[in-house]
């Protein structure tokens, strides 16, 4: 499996406390990345060692719990992970695992008949900032936008593309409600505070104690501040 992550990685911790369960990414920073054992699996529940496999990225301080499974069926698919992310236990990425449902069959007889051509998702991106409660379960070409939370047991449907800051629960999975008002959210987006340095959210760590349900016009004073802070 290809693993790719940020330029600043240090390497792989194996003295980290974690380090039974996760393989645990370390970088110059002093943040960490939690990769679980075992997350890599073929279509007979094997575990994936070749690069030619498929492609996994991640990003700084996210983690994946313990018993996640994200199922490859070849090259095709990449689960990607951004930054900040939050993901339960025994989650669930089925990147492909098709069947063509328009020909007359949907097995390929070991290979002996010609059928039409297995269908094939996009990669399943996770962005920024998310919650992704235990045991969810995410099909093929799944895109979660920034700042959502995804609820305990839900199924995403292929292709879905989540609303940033949304609250997507149930089997399949729908849009419960925002976590914010839509001019804070349009505030947040814009903010993007995930692509900036650590050192620059250290800085600015007071802003992220504030409480963004409460005040809005108050709130949104403080973003914009933040807006104004960013590095170049």
């Known amino acids: 499996m290809q693993i790719l992550t940020e330029k600043n990685v240090l390497g792989v911790d194996d003295q980290h406390p974690d380090a039974q369960h996760f393989m645990v990414l370390r970088f110059a920073d002093g943040l960490t990345s939690h990769i679980p054992k075992g997350l890599f ?13 498929g492609r996994f990225q991640i990003g700084r301080d996210s983690i994946l719990g313990p018993g996640s499974v994200a199922k490859y069926d070849g090259p095709r698919q990449s689960l990607v992970v951004g930054r900040h992310v939050r993901g339960g236990l ?37 962005q920024h900032d998310l919650w992704i409660g235990d045991e969810a379960m995410l099909l093929g070409g799944v895109t979660v936008s920034s700042g959502c939370v995804i609820g305990a047991r839900s199924l995403l449907p ?6 940033p800051y949304g609250i997507y629960q149930g089997n399949p999975a729908r849009l419960m409600g925002f976590r914010f008002g839509e001019r804070l959210r349009e505030a947040l987006v814009a903010l993007a505070w995930w692509d900036q340095p650590m050192e620059w959210v250290r800085e600015n760590g007071e802003f992220f104690a504030l409480d963004l349900s409460e005040d809005e016009g108050r709130v949104l004073e403080a973003v914009q501040e933040l807006q104004r802070r960013k590095a170049p």
Do not use: Y
């Open 41 to 53: 699996r073929n279509n007979h529940d094997e575990d994936i060692a070749q690069a030619s496999w």
């Open 90 to 126: 025994r989650l669930k990425f089925l990147l492909n695992g098709q069947h063509e449902t328009r020909g007359l069959a949907m097995s390929l007889f070991g290979g002996t008949l010609r059928t039409l051509p297995t269908p094939q998702h996009g990669d399943t991106v996770l």
């Open 158 to 163: 292929a292709g879905l593309h989540t609303e």
